[in-house]
Each structure stands twice: as C-alpha cells, then as structure tokens.
C-alpha cells in the first residue's frame, strides 16, 4: 500500500519533444507528489511538486498532472534537451513537513541529438 | 538557497573499520533529516530518520547497532557504518527538511567503498 509505481523504467526522447513519465500509488492519504531529478553520482535534486487539491502545476518546462481518482500523477518535459538527460524519481508522503518520502523506481531519460 | 553538503563525498575503508558521513544544512535549520542508500541503478532506500535531539527511527530490516545516527544540531547529522563489510560498499544520501515546508532537500551523496 506504499508503493508508488513509476513507468517507464527508461525513456528515448528526441531534443525538442515532450518526455512523459507516469506515476501511481495506492495509499490516498498520500498528500505530497514531488518529482526529483538525478544525475549520476549525484543526489536527487527537487524539480517540481504537487498537492493534492490541484490538477495541475507548471514551472517552466516542466509539469505535473495530477488525477486524484485514478490516483495517479505525471511529470511532462516539454522540449527535452540533452542536459535533461537523467534519472527521474517520483515519489510521495502522507501527513505534512518533513514525512518521508516513498520513492518510486526510477525512470532513465535520454535526450537524443 | 536550501543547501546541503555531504562529507567526504568518497571514502574508501578496509573491511572491519568504521567510517563516518557527516550531513549538513548550509543555509537553514534542519530538525529533521534523513539518511538514504541506493545501489546503482535503482531507487532510494530510506535507512532512517533523524530528528535534532532525539534518537532515529530506523526502518524495517535496518540495522541500527551497524549503521549509527547522531543528529546532535539543528544543521549536523552524522552516518557511522561500524564494522564495515564489502557488502555495504553503496552511494549513500541524507536529506533535511526545511520547516515549514514538505520539501526535502539532497545532499550530494557519499560513495562507500569496503575493500
């Protein structure tokens, strides 16, 4: 019940398109969705995170979706660019500040030229 | 803003000595940190949570007599893997939380190796 499913595991995208990963969880006290993005040999850094009393969340290139009755949430990168070429990790807490995260699997994103 | 620096950001032991991480919060007050392992190629695995004063929570199946937690300050979380085998050769990752917030907030990550 505290898993969160990420897909797809890895992702080819060509520079300039929309790279899409998916995001589902069981637990609907879940009440945080934040999405990390990871380099190799690096920690997970904060790219963007949503509540659950909206839809929807932009911040620049970058959106979430966000559909509380199919308990389910989306990272969308509009026009990918190789240095977005990364690890992606969603993940989700219950129950306000500093509740651990529950990661999702990861999904490897390639930019291509 | 939100800084957090990890030290050393590798470390190579023998098998059968400790080794201490140090997490810190640069720019805030953390009163809450967490300690994260991932092997290569796969998602995080939180170890444990370290509140400033207290003692840390530790997760299922991890060992606290090996794996030591001190958060003595508000911007100091200390890891000690006692007794280090080859097996907990890892990249591991602390985290602090910054009130009031729900963001977490990543070290660099430590590279472990036990020869």
């Known amino acids: 019940q505290q898993q969160v499913k990420q897909s797809p595991q890895s992702l080819i995208v060509q520079k300039g398109g929309i790279s899409i990963i998916n995001c589902a969880y069981e637990?609907?006290?879940?009440?945080?969705f934040p999405w990390y993005q990871q380099f190799p040999g690096k920690g997970p850094a904060l790219l963007i995170a949503?509540?659950?009393?909206?839809s929807e969340k932009k911040e620049g290139r970058f959106t979430i979706s966000f559909n509380k009755s199919a308990k389910q949430f989306s990272l969308h990168i509009m026009d990918s660019q190789p240095g977005d070429s990364a690890t992606y990790f969603c993940?989700?807490?219950?129950?306000?500040?500093?509740?651990?995260?529950?990661f999702g699997t990861g999904t490897r994103l390639q930019v291509m030229l | 803003g939100a800084v957090v620096s990890q030290h050393p950001s590798r470390v190579i032991c023998k098998s059968g000595t400790s080794v201490k991480i140090e997490c810190r919060s640069l720019?805030?007050?953390?009163?809450?940190m967490f300690w994260y392992r991932q092997f290569p190629k796969q998602s995080l695995m939180l170890m444990a949570t370290s509140n400033e004063g207290s003692k840390a929570t530790y997760e299922q199946g991890v060992e606290k007599d090996k794996f030591l937690i001190n958060h003595a300050s508000l911007t100091l979380s200390t890891l000690t893997v006692t007794s280090a085998h080859p097996e907990d050769s890892s990249f591991y990752i602390c985290?602090?939380?910054?009130?009031?917030?729900?963001?977490?907030?990543f070290g660099p990550g430590t590279r472990l190796t036990v020869t």
């Open positions: 720019d805030f007050q953390a009163t809450t």
């Open positions: 949503i509540r659950p009393d909206v």
């Open positions: 985290s602090a939380s910054r009130l009031p917030s729900y963001e977490q907030y």
């Open positions: 637990n609907t006290a879940f009440d945080y």
């Open positions: 993940a989700a807490s219950i129950g306000g500040t500093a509740s651990k995260l529950t």
